[in-house]
Every structure is written in C-alpha cells, then in structure tokens.
C-alpha cells in the first residue's frame, strides 16, 4: 500500500503564502488542484472549508506532495499549525482524507504546455458546520483570489500581507 504523502492544501499554507514554509524541503512537487462538495468561508486571517450540500460547490488549492521520509515530521508540524489533536480527533480543524483533481502541467516544448488531471487522496484539515455559521462564504472557493480582492495590505492590517 502507497504512503498517503500528499495534502490538499487552500489558505494559508499555499505555495508563497505565510505559512508554506512548514513544508520546508520536504516537497516534492506543488499542483494546482480542486475538491469538490466543499464551501469556502473567511475566518478572518485564515479559510475554513466545511462539507456542502452541493456537488456544485468548489475549493481550488494545491496538492503538495512530501518526501515519505518526511512525511511525520510534517504532519507534526501541520496538525500543531491547525490546532488538530490526533490522538482526540478534535481541535479547531480536523484532518480529513479527502478525494481531490490534482491538475499537472508538463513542459512539452518552448511556449508549449500540456496539462493533465487525476484523482488523488489526500489529507485535508477542515472545519465543522457550526464554526462558519456566523463566517464569510466565499462563493468562488479561491483564497488566493479572496486575498487579492480583499483588504489592503497595510501595519494595521498584517493578515491581508500574506
């Protein structure tokens, strides 16, 4: 049985974004990606992504795949980011496998590129009904897009400088 190395990523631990440097070397490859029957809220600095009753509803993000070597020592570091406790299954994210569309482009030549897509299980951590009921949707499930559109980067306003 393969090693379940990779995890389906959406807010903060985006490539380039403030916390992707959790993952440290320990990348193997970044892929555009998508879940589907999954909604999008704002929690502020951070997303929170919870079941929906919708197969229309879609989060974008990343796969990231991490070396098997390092895959403990990653997860550590991600469930202590989101507040998971895996011996409880509890904390204000739990980490879920999930079935992603995992989307690779390959370079076939000079200016050209070809892009395939395959579905993947991947860790993903989540939030639960209850904690978006008072929370932003976020119709289009892009965080990256939310971020761009949102609040000025500014001092006084260090979440939106992710």
Known sequence: MDTLNKFFVYGTLLSGLGNHHLFGKSVVSANKAAVTGWRMYTHGGFPMCVPSFSDNAVVHGEIITVKDSDFKEVLGKLDRLE?????????LFVRAVVEATEYEQKKIKDGITSTTSRSVLAYMYIGKQNQVASLHHIAHGDWRKHKKHSAVASPSNPMAME
């Open 83 to 91: 507040g998971y406790n895996p011996d409880t299954n509890s904390g």
